[in-house]
């Protein structure tokens, strides 16, 4: 992910004000199938192709101070993919994992997980906790990958935990509020979403963090991922910054 100080966003935006780049920015990564058949390839190419992607989104967010990154990269609906294409996505996975071990260490990323990864196999799981175990002391972006997630089944899950308080005693039925919920989900500490991405067109959200993206900003470009870049994350920026953010609320003034 190359050197990546999160220190002057208005060198690199400078028609941007610093309080209008997200905090928090999820991207729901779309178009690598469509980016293959382009040129007569077999989809899974367009996967390797993503990790470019990827890479370069991740440096630049990290360059712009944003503070969490979050990208869609397998859904719980995912596994219905023919096993090959499924086979070949946990391996690169595995990869991405221990490969971008170095970049993660010296750019201070926190690499993390949501959804339900140790279900995942084996040899993907255990190098996904390695890294998120190496980088857990770090302070700088949270990358976070959603893997085997669903918005629903993390509700679900999140349900389950509070059900099991309670049956425990360490909580009492009438304690259950938002917040009670939200501290039960794959990632208690993750921040709301400012701004959802998504490419090759599609105007859906599919089951992405459903809980966390409440009052966010929806950005959908038809760039495929493969080809998604810096640019393009600049481009998504200056239309989110550009939004009046109302959370319910009357416009002021
Ligand atoms: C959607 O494209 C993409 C995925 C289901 C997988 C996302 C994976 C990557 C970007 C590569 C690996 C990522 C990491 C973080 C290592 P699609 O196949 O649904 O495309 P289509 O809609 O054109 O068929």
């Given at each position: 992910m190359g050197r990546a100080p999160a220190s002057f966003p208005e060198r690199i935006?400078?028609?941007?004000?610093?309080?209008?780049?997200?905090?928090s920015v999820g991207i729901i990564m779309d178009g690598n199938g469509r980016w293959a058949r382009r040129f007569?390839?077999?989809?899974?190419k367009g996967h390797t192709a993503g990790i470019d992607a990827v890479r370069d989104t991740a440096r630049a967010a990290a360059e712009l101070g944003i503070s969490e990154l979050t990208l869609y990269?397998?859904?719980?609906?995912?596994?219905?993919?023919p096993r090959r294409e499924v086979t070949y996505l946990m391996e690169l996975l595995r990869r991405f994992a221990i490969d971008e071990r170095p970049e993660i260490e010296r750019n201070g990323i926190r690499f993390r997980t949501i959804g339900?990864?140790?279900?995942?196999p084996e040899k993907t799981f255990s190098a996904l906790r390695e890294t998120e175990r190496l980088s857990a002391?770090?302070?700088?972006?949270v990358l976070r990958l959603a893997l085997n997630y669903g918005g629903r089944a993390e509700l679900a899950d999140a349900a389950r935990r509070i059900a099991d308080d309670v049956v425990a005693g360490t909580?009492?039925?009438?304690?259950?509020d938002e917040a009670a919920l939200a501290a039960r989900?794959?990632?208690?500490s993750m921040r709301e979403v400012d701004m959802v991405v998504r490419t090759?067109?599609?105007?859906?959200?599919?089951?992405?963090l459903l809980w966390q993206i409440s009052y966010a900003e929806l950005v959908v470009t038809d760039v495929l991922w493969p080809d998604f870049r810096r640019a393009n994350l600049y481009t998504a920026i200056r239309e989110y910054a550009a939004r009046e953010r109302r959370f319910g609320e009357l416009v002021k003034g």
């Open positions: 935006l400078p028609d941007v004000p610093r309080e209008k780049i997200p905090a007569g390839w077999e989809r899974i990269a397998f859904s719980v609906e995912n596994w219905k993919r339900r990864v140790a279900e995942l002391g770090n302070d700088g972006m909580l009492r039925p009438g304690d259950v989900l794959y990632d208690a090759a067109s599609e105007m859906r959200i599919s089951n992405f």
